[in-house]
């Protein structure tokens, strides 16, 4: 398995040097460093990395906005590290699956448990948007098709069932998705009503 491609982000540099210590010990590759919340975004867009480890408190932009805006552009997952389990982070990263939190003093082998949590979830909300997006596209061909059948309907007197034959053979004999053929349907009978 590929090692986890990490940015780390700490407003000290000395924080910082632990924890990509702690990183590399858990197996990690660290693919970027920052100690400011505009270095981090930088660095996320240079590297396109697994996840981002990053500091509630760093100078210019905090953890939260870092991750908010990495969020938005579906750029990594992060991981935030902060001092106390303030309820001020917890509400505005409540609702992500992009952002986890994880509390200091942070020990490697709880690190190396959220790192793999935070991306495990990210994965599962990725797919479950593109079953979404499939589900939507076909709930829209369903509708596309059940009104081209009533047109068939209408039109040629076709009972439901001749209608959707219709349309199966038509999508046969031209060789195209009978989403296609329908949505020709639909065109053709509203330029005949023009």
Same mark, same amino acid.
């Given at each position: 398995?590929?090692?986890?491609?990490?940015?780390?982000?700490?407003?000290?540099?000395?924080?910082?040097?632990?924890?990509?210590?702690?990183?590399?010990?858990?197996?990690?590759?660290?693919?970027?460093?920052?100690?400011?919340?505009?270095?981090?975004?930088?660095?996320?867009?240079?590297?396109?990395?697994?996840?981002?480890?990053?500091?509630?408190?760093?100078?210019?932009?905090?953890?939260?906005?870092?991750?908010?805006? &990495? $969020? %938005?552009?579906?750029?990594?997952?992060?991981?935030?590290?902060?001092?106390?389990? #303030?309820? /001020? @982070?917890?509400? *505005?990263?409540?609702?992500?699956?992009?952002?986890?939190?994880?509390?200091?003093?942070?020990?490697?082998?709880?690190?190396?448990?959220?790192?793999?949590?935070?991306?495990?979830?990210?994965?599962?909300?990725?797919?479950?948007?593109?079953? &979404? $997006? %499939?589900?939507?596209?076909?709930?829209?061909?369903?509708?596309?098709?059940?009104? #081209?059948? /009533? @047109?068939?309907? *209408?039109?040629?007197?076709?009972?439901?069932?001749?209608?959707?034959?219709?349309?199966?053979?038509?999508?046969?004999?031209?060789?195209?998705?009978?989403?296609?053929?329908?949505?020709?349907?639909?065109?053709?009978?509203?330029?005949?009503?023009?």
């Amino acid at each position: 398995m590929a090692r986890r491609r990490i940015v780390a982000a700490e407003s000290e540099v000395a924080a910082l040097d632990k924890l990509k210590e702690m990183l590399f010990r858990s197996g990690f590759s660290i693919v970027g460093e920052a100690t400011d919340g505009m270095s981090v975004i930088k660095q996320v867009r240079i590297t396109q990395p697994d996840l981002v480890v990053v500091d509630s408190h760093l100078p210019g932009m905090g953890g939260v906005a870092v991750a908010k805006i &990495l $969020e %938005e552009e579906a750029l990594a997952p992060s991981l935030i590290l902060t001092a106390r389990a #303030a309820r /001020a @982070i917890i509400d *505005q990263t409540r609702d992500s699956f992009f952002i986890s939190l994880l509390v200091k003093p942070i020990r490697q082998q709880q690190l190396y448990t959220a790192i793999e949590q935070a991306i495990a979830n990210c994965e599962r909300f990725k797919k479950l948007d593109l079953q &979404l $997006e %499939e589900l939507k596209r076909t709930l829209a061909n369903k509708k596309v098709i059940e009104r #081209a059948k /009533a @047109i068939l309907m *209408q039109n040629k007197a076709l009972s439901e069932d001749e209608a959707h034959k219709m349309l199966q053979q038509m999508s046969m004999t031209m060789r195209k998705s009978i989403s296609e053929i329908a949505m020709a349907v639909i065109t053709a009978n509203e330029l005949a009503k023009d």
